[in-house]
């Protein structure tokens, strides 16, 4: 254990622990959880679900299963108040982890190749049910809000995970501290945590914002409010973020991409949207996807001032952006008479 948490610290990574390769604790609700339609268009989360719930379905011979946790939060950034700004989660201002983690975890794969194991990493986009593992491992608990919680790091980390054919010293579970506390549930603005631990992505802000392809229906509109990348309110509420502090990484640091006022968005062509999100989650969502939050976000919170860029937008190849410009000039001018 000593070895791996060396390997961990020297990689970046704040917390990490063993958990036995068993089937994963919540393999059952998972189930129930996509057979009730809550993983919305995210088809991806339905393939094959048994997998994802067995690590010995992804790596034969699979013994253990390393749990590993980075810190990502960022201070929020003062800002000049000269215009509407959109919200932005803080995992997706900076580089995206997608880049980073995984070269990080071949340092595990490479140390325990040598005594002779087999692994698979993963990083959120894995085949996995990562947070069980993670708490099995003792390393995190699983948050009403569904998102795991270290008592150091609160929400604010990514999880990671690399799968071994090594027997390794499993940690003790972590037993789950959230109490009566119920923040994150009161705090959603769309009613997305529908129970403790049970998130339906149809009323998630986060699904809507970046996964969703085409128009927004016009009853998440008005919950958007200045959102135009993901949602951080479950997390921004939790007490045990209080103790949160900034990350080692400064990959995670916001880039003045992410800062932009939100009327100068809309200038963005193909080209740009691509040069100016290089590296950044924010790509996922697409020109498409990102111009239509952004409209949605000015229709919420924009005035008079950003009617201009708006106008020009009406004329966009995109029929999504053109629609989405059109409802947010007619919310602005109904609020700004
Ligand atoms: S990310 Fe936002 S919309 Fe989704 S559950 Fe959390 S608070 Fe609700
Ligand atoms: S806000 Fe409260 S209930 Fe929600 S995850 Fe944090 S501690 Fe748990």
Avoid at 62 to 68: D, E
Avoid at 92 to 107: F, V, W
Wanted: proline residues 6%.
């Amino acid at each position: 254990m000593r070895e791996l948490e060396r390997i961990a610290t020297t990689a970046g990574f704040d917390a990490v622990g063993v958990a036995p390769a068993v089937g994963a604790p919540h393999g059952e609700a998972f189930h129930a959880w996509l057979s009730e339609g809550c993983h919305a268009s995210m088809g991806w989360l339905a393939r094959d679900p048994e997998r994802r719930c067995d690590p010995k379905r992804i790596l034969p011979g699979a013994r253990s299963v390393i749990a590993l946790a980075m810190n990502y939060f960022v201070p929020d950034s003062d800002l000049p108040g000269d215009g509407a700004r959109g919200r932005i989660a803080r995992y997706a201002r900076g580089r995206d982890y997608h880049n980073l983690i995984p070269k990080r975890l071949k340092r595990f794969d490479l140390a325990l190749q040598s005594e002779g194991g087999q692994q698979r990493c993963f990083v959120d986009s894995g085949p996995l049910l990562e947070r069980d593992f993670a708490v099995l491992a003792g390393i995190a608990w699983h948050g009403k809000s569904t998102l795991a919680l270290h008592p150091r790091l609160g929400t604010w980390f990514l999880l990671a995970a690399v799968i071994t054919t090594l027997e390794l010293e499993a940690g003790t579970p972590m037993a789950a501290h959230c109490g009566k506390c119920t923040r994150c549930i009161a705090a959603c603005p769309t009613g997305a945590i529908v129970a403790p631990h049970k998130v339906d992505a149809r009323r998630c802000l986060s699904y809507w914002t970046i996964e969703h392809k085409g128009a927004l229906p016009e009853w998440i509109r008005p919950l958007l409010g200045d959102r135009i990348f993901g949602c951080d309110t479950c997390l921004d509420v939790c007490p045990w973020n209080r103790f949160a502090e900034a990350s080692r990484e400064a990959s995670f640091f916001a880039r003045p991409a992410s800062q932009w006022l939100l009327r100068d968005y809309l200038a963005l062509g193909e080209a740009e949207f691509r040069a100016l999100f290089e590296g950044s989650p924010i790509r996922r969502a697409g020109r498409q996807g990102f111009l239509r939050n952004v409209c949605t976000a000015l229709g919420n919170v924009g005035d008079s001032a950003d009617l201009a860029a708006l106008e020009k937008c009406r004329s966009d190849a995109d029929p999504v952006v053109v629609e989405h410009a059109g409802w947010a000039i007619t919310q602005i001018r109904v609020r700004t008479p």
